[in-house]
């Protein structure tokens, strides 16, 4: 009888070894899940929190539940992004580039306070130099 057993033991864990499937791949997570082509923002710091995509200019970041509550961002695109304080592209406004330098957390004075996003297209009053922004 135990041999018997044995013998039925083995088939069946090879088999079930066999329809257990094993995945190398993970999700993006952080920055990583920023497409190339985009630009994100990201309601926490290093990418972190809700994200949102954006193609093209975008007057209100409200409907995108984004309306003051922007961390960090990466300017995936070709284009300069100018990052407004208010809606419909008014108040002050700073500069995201592309390229390298378009990755990484806002400025303290800059965290939860953009409104709407443009792409390209020209800047408005600036929001001033940041502590540690330099020049």
Do not use: E
């Not at 952080?30 to 630009?39: A, L």
């Not at 300069?80 to 330098?101: F, K, N």
């Amino acid at each position: 009888m135990r041999k018997k057993l044995s013998a039925l033991l083995v088939p069946v864990a090879a088999a079930a070894a066999a329809v257990v499937p094993v995945s190398t791949a993970h999700a993006a997570d952080g920055y990583d899940r920023c497409p190339d082509g985009s630009y994100c923002m990201f309601s926490g710091l290093d990418g972190t929190g809700d994200m949102i995509r954006l193609t093209g200019s975008t007057p209100d970041l409200t409907p995108l539940g984004m309306n003051d509550r922007g961390k960090s961002d990466w300017n995936r695109t070709s284009s300069t992004i100018h990052l407004w304080s208010d809606a419909d592209y008014t108040g002050c406004t700073t500069v995201t580039s592309s390229g390298p330098t378009g990755k990484g957390n806002f400025f303290p004075d800059f965290r939860d306070f953009f409104s709407s996003v443009q792409f390209d297209g020209p800047g408005g009053p600036s929001c001033g130099t940041p502590p540690g922004g330099g020049g």
